[in-house]
Structure formats: C-alpha cells, structure tokens
C-alpha cells in the first residue's frame, strides 16, 4: 500500500491474475489487467467485485502486445 503507486499493470501469466489484481484492488490501486482476466468465473466476478467495495478503484482489462 505504498502511497506513491497510484496504478498496478498486471501483465504476468493468468495464473497470477487474481491473487495480484485483488492484492491492489484491497490497496485501493487501479488496475489493469492483461487477458484473460481470470482463469475462471468465479475468480473474475471476485475482482470486480473488490474493485467495486473501493468508490476510487478502475479496474480495465485489455490486451497488451
């Protein structure tokens, strides 16, 4: 929760997605997260759904080349 970091790019393999992307969402950090967003259902509703309990947090996910 370093207050210099305003944003997280998470740009590792899927099967790091969540735990990182929820770690920032409960930082209250934006997010970007490269797709696939999450390896199943239930992990991305879980992220969306942190990023949603912060009223600061932008969550976006796209594609990185």
């Known amino acids: 929760s370093d207050d210099d970091i305003d944003a997280v ?8 997605h ?4 929820l770690a920032a969402a409960h930082a209250d950090k934006h997010v970007y997260v490269n797709q696939p967003m999450a390896r199943s259902e239930g992990e991305a509703r879980a992220i969306v759904d942190a990023a949603k309990s912060s009223v600061s947090v932008v969550l976006m996910v796209g594609e990185s080349y």
């Not at 790019?9 to 790091?16: D, K």
């Not at 969540?18 to 992307?21: E, K, Q, S, V």
């Open 9 to 16: 790019g998470i740009v590792v393999s899927p099967l790091l």
């Open 18 to 21: 969540a735990d990182m992307a």
